[in-house]
C-alpha cells in the first residue's frame, strides 16, 4: 500500500494539532522510501535514518533539529568532498597532442569559514 503526501495545509494542521499523527506519518514514509530502494541499499539507508532520528530526538524544538541535520548534511558533504580529493587524476586525451589532467570537482560552500 502507497502511502501519499498530503498536501501542505493537511500538514501545517496536523503539526499543530497533532504532532503524533505528523510524526507516524513521517516514519511511514520514510520506512516506504527505504522499501522502495534496492535490497543493496536498505542497510545504508536504515544506518542514515537511524542518526538523523537521533538527531532529531537530542534537539530541543524543530529549528534546533533543522540546524543540526543541516550540519550532518555539511559534515557528510565534506568527507565526499575529501575522498573525491583523494581519487587519483585522469588523463584526458584530445584529437591534438595536448592531454588535459582532470579533478574531479566538488565545490562545498560551508559557513565554518
Not at 542518526?51 to 550540519?71: E, F, K, M, W, Y
Not at 573525491?84 to 587524476?89: A, F, G, S, T, V
Amino acid at each position: 500500500m502507497s502511502i501519499e503526501l498530503p498536501s501542505f495545509d493537511e500538514l501545517a494542521r496536523l503539526a499543530a494539532d497533532d504532532p503524533e499523527a505528523l510524526e507516524a506519518l513521517r516514519q511511514a514514509l520514510v520506512a516506504q522510501h527505504i522499501a522502495s530502494r534496492p535490497e543493496s541499499k536498505h542497510q545504508k539507508l536504515e544506518r542514515l535514518q537511524f542518526r538523523i532520528d537521533g538527531v532529531i530526538r537530542r534537539s530541543n524544538n524543530p529549528v534546533h533539529a533543522c540546524v543540526l541535520l543541516h550540519q550532518l548534511m555539511i559534515d557528510n558533504t565534506s568527507s565526499l568532498l575529501h575522498e573525491m580529493k583523494q581519487l587519483p587524476r585522469t588523463v584526458v586525451s584530445s584529437s591534438n597532442t595536448n592531454s588535459v589532467v582532470k579533478q574531479p570537482r566538488l565545490i562545498l560552500i560551508s559557513g565554518k569559514e
